[in-house]
């Protein structure tokens, strides 16, 4: 079994910060990408940021600038560092990785973790 266990949400005020962690845990052999996406309610989950095990990261650009992400491969954990926080912002993040869980497999598992509310306050 493979969890994924958030941390660090909350309700800050807008041009605060946050800094969120997920740390993957169980039958890990790799990891490839992980990354954070969010939704808002009545909207669609959005892609927030990815990085892969090299350390390549993809931004999105309504976060860009303002926000962070990076890995501790030894650790299995990726961090998202929120800075200067909106209202906009304010969504259930949630954590995903591709695994491999077993040498011999071909293709990653995709995993999420069961989100982290984070509320910005205008």
């Known amino acids: 079994q493979v969890q994924l266990v958030e941390s660090g949400g909350g309700l800050v005020q807008a041009g605060g910060s946050l800094r969120l962690s997920c740390a993957a845990s169980g039958s890990i052999f790799s990891i490839n990408a992980m990354g954070w996406y969010r939704q808002a309610p009545g909207k669609q989950r959005e892609l927030v940021a990815a990085i892969t095990s090299g350390g390549s990261t993809n931004i999105a650009d309504s976060v860009k600038g303002r926000f962070t992400i990076s890995r501790d491969n030894a650790k299995n954990t990726v961090y998202l560092q929120m800075n200067n926080l909106k209202p906009e912002d304010t969504a259930v993040y949630y954590c995903?990785?591709?695994?491999?869980?077993?040498?011999?497999?071909?293709?990653?598992?995709?995993?999420w973790g069961q989100g982290t509310q984070v509320t910005v306050s205008s």
């Open positions: 995903n990785a591709g695994i491999i869980r077993r040498y011999y497999e071909f293709r990653p598992t995709e995993y």
